[in-house]
């Protein structure tokens, strides 16, 4: 059972390029979300999508984009970055929303 | 933008002390309250979560609900030096459908 996963772990990009933050759970969670961590900031809140087949705006969606693929799977893509986004980015799951939630071990992404 | 509100700290206790977090929220209509632990550079741990008014136990840490002040709290007694990390405060809707969190309160834990 290995919770909620991440993939990459690291990622540099440059100005303008794209890419997909890939976030999988096995706890068979309905709701899944992104969030960001930056310095002093705290957690905020991308993306969430409460049930398969939904997703919603989040605090701070400007320049996201998301997919509910199935049940386990959620992914955030990135379409051209910038370096505002130079953040480290976290999945998380619960049953229902508003409850417990659990995270992924996070990506460390760079824009340069 | 429902506001938690937490002390940054660094909250500095003695190893076998009792170290007292605190949080405050805006929104009155909140259900649900959380408390993660994040150390350096790994992600947020759910360590105690409560909906009820009163205190809730779980080995050495108590959180403290007062929903009437709008406040939460979270002791953690004996503190050891793996206590050293940054806990954040999570308040929840289900009306809303995500949680808020607080910027978080660094303890540091010295033996």
């Known amino acids: 059972n290995a919770g909620v996963t991440q993939t990459p772990k690291f990622q540099v990009l440059k100005t303008g390029q794209s890419m997909t933050l890939q976030c999988a759970q096995d706890?068979?969670?309905?709701?899944m979300y992104w969030y960001r961590q930056d310095p002093g900031m705290g957690l905020r809140l991308i993306y969430y999508?409460?049930?398969?087949?939904?997703?919603d705006k989040g605090e701070v969606p400007n320049g996201y984009n998301v997919s509910r693929l199935n049940k386990r799977e959620f992914s955030l893509r990135l379409e051209s970055a910038a370096p505002s986004q130079t953040s480290v980015y976290f999945c998380?799951?619960?049953?229902?929303?508003?409850?417990?939630?659990?995270f992924g071990p996070g990506t460390r992404l760079t824009v340069t | 933008q429902k506001e938690v509100e937490q002390n940054s700290g660094p909250l500095s206790v003695p190893e076998g002390a009792i170290a007292s977090l605190n949080c405050t929220y805006s929104?009155?209509?909140?259900?649900?309250f959380f408390w993660y632990r994040q150390y350096s550079g790994k992600s947020p741990e759910l360590i105690m979560f409560?909906?009820?008014?009163g205190d809730k136990e779980d080995g050495r840490f108590t959180a403290q609900l007062n929903k009437a002040s709008q406040y939460v709290s979270l002791l953690i007694r004996d503190s050891q030096p793996s206590d050293s990390a940054t806990y954040l405060c999570?308040?929840?809707?289900?009306?809303?459908?995500?949680?808020?969190f607080g910027a978080g309160t660094t303890v540091t834990v010295r033996a």
């Open positions: 998380a799951s619960s049953e229902i929303t508003a409850y417990e939630q659990y």
């Open positions: 706890m068979n969670h309905n709701s």
């Open positions: 999508s409460a049930s398969e087949g939904t997703t």
């Open positions: 929104d009155r209509g909140s259900q649900s």
């Open positions: 409560i909906y009820s008014n």
């Open positions: 999570a308040v929840g809707d289900e009306n809303d459908y995500k949680l808020s």
